[in-house]
């Protein structure tokens, strides 16, 4: 079934805990993603990428605005609800879970007992090796770039028509960040039905995505294939550090 | 007496799996009086003299058997102290399966304080089970201790389980370990209400290469308070490993205060102890990955304790 996730005029606000400024991330945005595309969101750091990704899954609820998945206004639905629905989030920084081991976790996120295979391909995909992994635990034993890994096979394993990942490169080395961006174009290929939104800065990701979004300000400043995008993240780059160091 | 049966039979299941009179040498007691028993040719359990209790002597070279020595109470206000000898032969692989289920439903105190003694025979491996549980209105009570000696190059496997029900516990435990030795403890623990645990583990690492592993990881919810003292003396060249993993939820309190000494130059000894509540972050992972918040807590207790 084709998908269609559709925001209309998010606005979202964030309050900071210590000083008590509240801070407008996204400023009235909207957008419509066609499902069966490989979209990367980019732009610069505080931009409001990650808020968008956290307004889709349910995390972040906007200020004001709705959010859509295929025409059903689900603003108001929890996050277990649109997992249900079919969205999948892959966080930057995920937690670890001492007691769970990452069969555990492939587990739930597919909601079903898998095959060894299956569990195998997952891991694979990520660079890991299922006979060293699939018993351990994910606790603090693990590397931040193996738990980084895990995160990603367990958004894999959902099967989801929708799979979001927030920034994957982080924390990834070079070999394994190579076998990632390799997962991410066969699980295009494979997946016709599947939208993969994929939150990130590296030109890699972004030169094999059907679209790239920018957003800057919290608002959308761009759209189109890669060619077309990529040189204006190089300007805004450069706008970026000239702000900051002003 | 028919629901009395249904009562004694579910706590069966519960401290020590039995769903039928197990195989191998059992001891049952019932409500402070002993209540069926069998010895087998290499497994003799005799009543202990001067003291209510049982002997239980393992002959050399025993392998692969078992014995059950489950204790149940179903009347109110029975409190009980019983003395468990356990003598293990040399080179055996033996099953201990012991563990207490009370269901007190009356207003009197029911407890039950086993106090256990192991002796393990030069390269004999043991595996321990303790499992406690308890359920009713009435106070119940359990109150196990533990001396064993460890035998040159043998190993012991203790997992301990008390998941609810009991009022308050106090476990002492005492092992001594000769050369070679090697011991695991696994604790679980989980209370609730305004239940309380005292659990004190100390091992002493006597012998040249021996080696402790004690491994706790409890949940203490509502009201209830958990203290933990395990401590590891290393007192020759050997290993041992310390650590302790408290989830703390509503009003509960958690001590966990492990204790490694080392009195030889040669001892290599670990500790890591740690508390805290269920992360955020970690509710949220898995309800991204469809389980509601309830389902993510309980998903991550059973982690913690399975």
Known sequence: MKRMIRLENITYSATNAETGVTNNILNGLSLNIETGKYIVITGPNGGGKTSLAKVLMGIYTPDSGRVYLDGEDITDVDVSERAKRGIAFGFQHPPRFKGLTVRDLLGIAAKRKLRHAELCEYLTSVGLCAADYLNREVDSSLSGGELKRIEIATVLATGAPVMIFDEPEAGIDLWSFHRLTETFRTLREKRSDCTVIIISHQERIISQADEVILIADGKLSGRGDPSEILPKIDSFAARACRFDKA | ?306
């Open chain 2, 1 to 306: 007496m028919a629901e009395q049966n249904l009562i004694r039979q579910s706590l069966l299941e519960k401290v020590a799996d039995l769903h039928s009179v197990p195989d191998g040498a059992y001891n049952l007691r019932e409500n402070g009086k002993p209540a069926g028993r069998r010895s087998t040719g290499e497994i003799r359990i005799e009543n202990k003299e001067g003291a209510p209790g049982i002997v239980v002597t393992v002959a050399d070279g025993t392998k692969n058997k078992s014995v059950h020595i489950p204790v149940v109470i179903t009347e109110t206000g029975i409190n009980e102290t019983v003395h468990n000898d356990f003598l293990i032969g040399t080179d055996c692989d033996v099953l201990i399966v012991a563990g207490c289920g009370i269901h007190n439903s009356g207003e009197e105190k029911s407890a039950h304080d086993g106090v256990h003694s192991l002796v393990i025979g030069e390269n004999s491996k043991v595996k321990y089970v303790e499992k406690h549980y308890a359920e009713g209105v009435g106070t119940r009570s359990m109150k196990p201790k533990m001396t064993v000696r460890l035998g040159r190059g043998s190993t012991l496997d203790i997992e301990t389980v008390q998941l609810g029900g009991v009022s308050d516990s106090v476990r002492e435990t005492v092992i001594d370990a000769d050369e070679d030795a090697s011991l695991v403890i696994t604790e679980r623990i989980m209370t609730s209400g305004v239940e309380t645990v005292d659990s004190r583990t100390t091992v002493n690492l006597n012998g040249k290469g021996s080696s402790a592993r004690i491994n706790s990881r409890s949940v203490a919810r509502d009201d209830s308070l958990q203290i933990f003292y395990p401590a590891i003396n290393g007192n020759a060249e050997c290993f041992g490993h310390v650590q302790c993993d408290s989830i703390i939820m509503d009003r509960a309190k958690v001590r966990s205060i492990p204790e490694i000494c080392a009195n030889d130059v040669e001892a290599k000894l670990i500790h890591e102890a740690a508390i805290g509540k269920i992360a955020g972050d970690q509710i949220l992972k898995l309800q991204t990955l469809g389980l509601t918040a309830e389902e993510a807590e309980e998903r991550i207790l059973a982690g913690l304790l399975k």
